[in-house]
């Protein structure tokens, strides 16, 4: 009899395990079970999908169920699992539209039920009009309402990636926008100086930004209408709720699979937990961090991705390691990029490195060629050891590649001394004769 293989959540990583564990061995019994309507989509393209620029939401989904039937894979939507019973190995699954529970046997157990937006036990939460983004149904809830309500203002909630990218999309629809953040500052994973950049460039293009201040409740009749911070009154016809995710880990919690420090599921570099036949990926599962050589919960769909193929190769009989993170992110702000890799200066210190640090602006191309831009970089090494810890970078182009140098240079444990010998490439169309990273390094050697 085949090995059955059951995957619990559809995203990325969930999906991209059950494609590799089909390559690798033809012979398993793959079934995905997806609360939701849709599997395999690209969740990082919804703030696009609702500015318009891509022309439907669903354009984001890479295959569907019938697609994945072809390769003998059963992706089953609008099925939730509701309990797992590691000894027994079987769970129980709930069909959302009829309502009929049934139980289910698997010889190996996935679990990649991803992340929960959180929402904020706030009066008002339930009103029409009010938002989280994390399905295609939210995605496809968001768009439908800013086209047929037109709103004219809107809140949002939160200053992460997620808040900003919603602004340009909302933006685009002539919303008028205030953003929340209870933080002192926009994007917690810059430093406070490179965050600045980012907080001008919003309001910049209209949002305005109110920073160190909660959101006390949400006024409204049949829909959201206004949003109370600070003892004021903003009116909202759109509310967008974007104060974070957290793992979905309550299910394996309670199947006895163990979490780690980060509150998500601890796996080896294999994405096995600490229950036999049960394994975890994507944003339910933690990393191993290559900077701090600890655990991370960094919920990004590139980990998600990579993880669950890792997963899907050792699900099919192969021998293969995920070989861990360095936390590299990129955001678009309207007409700016932000970026950053490794650790921040704060997290450096908090982590106990000796931190020392550099910053430098440099141009995006020769100063003499049209539509050059500054670009700001900081680099974060320890000042024992001359390690790279972490950078970031801000400016209007040229960001969200030269980040993708610092990662190569995080996982290869350079020293910033090392990173300044880098032969980077050269034409005055694309960058100066001294790259901003180079000018940076070059700080830092001195």
Known sequence: MATKIVIVGGGAAGMSAAAKARRTDPTLDIVVYERSGYVSYGACGFPYAIKGEIARVEDVVVRTPAQFAKQGIQAHVGHEVLAVDAAAQTLRVRELASGTECAVAW??????????????????????????????????AIRNWVEQQRPAHGVIIGGGY????????????????????????????LDPEMAAHVQT????????VRLEQAVEGLTGDDRVRAVLVGGATIPAAIVIMAVGIRPSATLAHAAGVALGPTGAIAVDDHQRTNVPHIWAAGDVAEAHHLVTGRPAWVPLGTTANKQGRVLGENLGGGDVRFGGIVGTVVVKVFDLEAASSGLSEGQAQTEGFAVQTVSATAGSRAHYMPGHQPIHVKLVYDATTR??????????????????????????????????????????????????????????KR
Request: proline share 8%; net charge negative; aromatic share 4%.
């Open 107 to 140: 010889d190996e157990l996935v679990l990649t039920a991803g992340g929960a937006p959180s929402r904020p036990p706030l009066p008002g939460i339930d009103l029409p009009g009010v938002f989280v983004l994390r399905t295609v149904e939210d995605a496809l």
């Open 162 to 189: 997620i808040g900003l990218e919603m602004a340009e999309a909302l933006a685009a629809h002539g919303i008028s926008l205030t953003l929340v953040e209870r933080l002192p500052q926009v994007v917690a994973s």
């Open 201 to 208: 460039e919003l309001e910049q293009q209209g949002v305005t």
């Open 387 to 444: 390690r790279l810890l972490g950078g970031q970078l801000v400016g209007r182009e040229g960001v969200s590649k030269r980040i993708d140098t610092i990662a190569a240079a995080l996982h290869a444990r350079w020293t910033v001394d090392e990173l300044a010998e880098l032969d980077l490439s050269y034409a005055p169309p694309f960058s100066p004769v001294w790259d901003p990273i180079l000018v940076a390094a070059n700080l830092a």
